[in-house]
């Protein structure tokens, strides 16, 4: 046994190594995550950029193309590669072929080197990469799907080119759009109809089985559902809808939906508290972030919301000092599901990209140059 004495030296010094301890990093560290956006400053270029740690006041441009917008991007887990189209949004209203022809290109960014890789020959026809065209990733990053009328499968070096058969259920085939699921065995797909009918003149959302080529619609044609978006179990798919009247653009109130994968006979839609769309899914799938148009009495004004995936639980998340902004989109969860990510403005113009605890707490700036944004991905670090 030690003498009291130096029992007491002991415990004093173990005190000190604690609080020594706290003082160099045992304390609770912030959450530390990537983000890639998109930006222009409304009339210039759109270019991607990147946040690489949100704890540091720190922007990344990544392109340089003036005179090519980026969409449709597709970013990796660890943000470490971009992979987009272009669209020809710096062209003038009549482009000549050759300049569309320029545009029609799939390119793949090292987000470290910046280095761009032009990749179209690799997995499309350059004729293919139009207004139509769409692409997904799979979850491991070796397979593409691509939507362009046919749904094709392919892997990530070019090879094993399938098209997948849809069955037609009787109507005309033309994929717009899909999505694959977090475990890699289901596809979301967008399918319109060519030609419309009275019947049929909106966009259903189907899922596609890829190991049985089981196919169930999930949406009638009626309507139209866009920005699917799966929950990480991949027993649900959270979508954007609103109805479509024949033979005109006309189209309903935006509502925000919750679909089973699991019993699809049987969709729900969760909100009907006027427009509402963006729906974005924790990453443990309990919960869906989305934005919502309040009452008109309230001039407009938009708010951010989390409901339960049972439908349950609806609330508002404030915003502290911003409010409720005239502009609002792209909730996205962190990787640890404390906060969320959005873009708002409180004017018409310029935005911001905010960052506000779950709990709608510490609500925050990330950017401080007012522009327009289109938040893509946020990762986690690595």
């Known amino acids: 046994m030690f003498p009291i004495r130096s ?11 604690l609080g020594l301890s706290v003082l160099i990093g045992c304390a609770p560290k912030p959450n530390r995550f990537g983000i890639i956006f998109t930006t222009n400053d ?10 690489p740690d949100n704890t540091q006041n720190k922007i990344e441009r990544l392109t340089s193309t003036p005179t090519i917008g980026e969409y449709g ?8 590669k ?17 300049a569309i022809e320029n545009f029609r290109h799939i390119y793949l960014l090292d987000t470290a080197s910046k280095e761009l890789v032009d990749i179209t020959n690799i997995l499309v026809e ?38 997948i058969s849809i069955p037609s259920l009787g109507e005309y085939l033309n994929i717009k759009g899909a999505k694959w699921s977090p475990d890699g065995k289901k596809l979301a797909l967008i399918r319109g109809n060519v030609p419309e009918t009275p019947q049929h003149h909106g966009i259903a959302l189907l899922i596609y089985d890829l190991g049985s080529g089981k196919i169930s619609q999930l949406t009638d044609y009626q309507e139209g559902c866009g920005g699917a978006t799966w929950s990480p179990t991949s027993q649900q798919v959270a979508a954007t809808c609103s109805a479509i009247l024949p033979y005109t653009d006309m189209v309903g109130p935006e509502t925000v939906r919750i679909f089973s994968t699991e019993n699809p006979g049987r969709p729900y839609e ?8 963006d729906p974005s899914w924790s990453p443990d799938g309990k919960q869906l972030a989305f934005v919502c148009e309040k009452s008109a009495d309230q001039g407009g004004q938009f708010g951010l ?8 639980g609806i609330h508002e998340v404030k915003l502290g000092n911003l409010g409720s902004p005239t502009y609002l989109r792209y909730p996205t969860w962190s990787p640890d599901g404390t906060q969320i ?13 905010y960052s506000v605890n779950s709990d709608g707490s510490n609500n925050h700036a990330l950017t401080n140059q007012d522009a327009v944004y289109n938040i893509v991905s946020v990762y986690p670090m690595p």
């Open 305 to 312: 919301f989390v409901i339960n995936s049972d439908g349950n």
């Open 73 to 80: 991007l597709l970013v990796s887990k660890n943000g470490e």
């Open 126 to 163: 350059y004729s293919m990469v139009g207004s139509g065209f769409s692409m997904d990733w799979s979850p491991d990053q070796k397979q593409f799907a691509v939507a362009e009328g046919d749904l094709e499968l392919m892997n990530f070096d070019g090879t094993n080119k399938r098209v």
């Open 82 to 98: 971009v992979i987009f189209a272009p669209g020809p949004t710096g062209l003038t209203e009549e482009p000549s072929e050759l």
């Open 42 to 51: 409304t009339v210039g270029p759109t270019d991607i950029y990147r946040i």
């Open 270 to 277: 969760r909100l009907a508290m006027g427009t509402c769309r």
């Open 7 to 17: 029992q007491g030296k002991i415990l004093f010094s173990l005190l000190c190594l």
């Open 341 to 353: 990510i959005y873009e708002a403005a409180t004017n018409d113009g310029h935005s911001r990209i």
